[in-house]
């Protein structure tokens, strides 16, 4: 896993980033679409992607799951899955 900063903020803060991030995904690719600067199929999926995150960080927060909890338990999962990976798929 790629080393991260020791931030410590609330499910709700990144929630408040992901909005914010949405509102802008939603202007900046509707004048990119109507200008033929990307496609709207592009613009579309790039939104709903970001739509995913929103989804998950909305979970963490209705389950009392902090990002640095799932990102330990994730770990432990990767580990357990490596060797089994590993036995199965080569290096």
């Known amino acids: 896993m790629t080393k991260r900063s020791k931030l410590q903020a609330p499910v709700e803060e990144y929630l408040k980033e992901v909005n914010t991030e949405l509102r802008f995904r939603e ?3 509707a004048k990119k679409v ?3 600067k ?3 199929p592009l613009a579309n999926k790039r939104y709903l992607l970001m739509e995913d995150i929103r989804t998950v960080l909305e979970e963490l927060s209705r ?3 902090s990002i640095e909890n799932l990102l330990e338990e994730l770990a432990k999962i990767g580990n357990k899955a490596r060797p089994v990976q590993q036995k199965l798929f080569g290096d």
Do not use: C, F
Request: aromatic share 8%; hydrophobic share 25%; net charge neutral.
């Open 27 to 29: 202007q900046v690719y």
């Open 34 to 36: 109507q200008d033929g």
């Open 63 to 65: 389950t009392g799951i």
């Open 38 to 40: 990307m496609s709207r």
